[in-house]
Nanobody, 127 residues
């Protein structure tokens, strides 16, 4: 059974940076599409970025393009999200997730495609 554990959330001021990490176990990490999602109260869960095997393909939502960078370390079964120039609208619970199918550059994979989910890490951006 796959397990994902996020860390690195916290409170920052507008314009600040955070780096989220996700530690994975229990599945063949290197073969999975890995994604970061976020959800704030009253809003749908949003797929902000994903990355396919060996960084063959990455996707970013328009809302984070140019500010967030997703990366993976297949040796250590870790996923990262570097978040720069954070804005109050980035305030949310952030989740990492893993899907056993291909994910491309052009569109989100969608919540239902992801098999494993972490418990989330809170990001708060104050103005």
């Amino acid at each position: 059974q796959g397990k994902l554990v996020e860390s690195g959330g916290g409170s920052v001021q507008t314009g600040g940076s955070l780096r989220l990490s996700c530690a994975a176990s229990g599945f063949k990490f290197s073969t999975y599409c890995l994604g970061w999602f976020r959800q704030s109260p009253g809003k749908e869960r949003e797929e902000v970025a994903h990355i396919f095997r060996s960084e063959v393909a990455t996707y970013y939502a328009d809302s984070v393009e140019g500010r967030f960078t997703i990366s993976r370390d297949d040796t250590n079964n870790a996923l990262y999200l570097q978040m720069n120039d954070l804005q109050p609208d980035d305030t949310a619970m952030y989740y990492c997730a893993a899907a056993s199918e291909y994910c491309g550059r052009d569109s989100p994979l969608g919540n239902s495609a992801y098999r494993y989910w972490g418990q989330g890490t809170q990001v708060i951006v104050s103005s």
